[in-house]
């Protein structure tokens, strides 16, 4: 599986925005999705998650905030940030696994990985 991020940007606090990741593949629908980011000088943090079945999971800092979809007909899985805030400011990377079982807020538990979209909120 090839993934492609995109959607990124620099923008106002408070705003929307919405990240795409493009997956290659026949079977994208089977596979579980997951988004991450990185902030300068941090670890890599989990964001959300959807299962292939459609059950999601997010980051507590995000609940709320963030919204993660997908649509298996254009292979593709969104992440849709509304009241985005300065401490959003990362790079988020998509993931994806095929079934990852009981766990799915580690990067172990994710074997492929998007190149990442730099994401800037300026206050």
């Known amino acids: 599986v090839q993934l492609q991020a995109s959607g990124g940007g620099l923008v106002q606090a408070g705003v929307s925005l919405t990240l795409s990741c493009a997956a290659s593949g026949r079977t994208f629908s089977s596979y579980d999705m997951g988004w991450f980011r990185q902030a300068p000088g941090k670890e890599r943090e989990f964001v959300a998650t959807?299962?292939?079945?459609?059950?999601?999971y997010y980051a507590n800092s995000v609940k709320g905030r963030f919204t993660i979809s997908r649509d298996n007909a254009k292979n593709t899985v969104y992440l849709h940030m509304n009241s985005l805030k300065p401490e959003d400011t990362a790079v988020y990377y998509c993931?994806?696994?095929?079934?990852?079982?009981?766990?799915?807020?580690?990067?172990?538990?994710?074997?492929?990985w998007g190149q990442g979209t730099q994401v800037t909120v300026s206050s």
């Open positions: 993931a994806a696994e095929f079934s990852i079982g009981s766990s799915w807020y580690h990067e172990s538990d994710y074997t492929y």
């Open positions: 959807i299962r292939s079945g459609g059950t999601t």
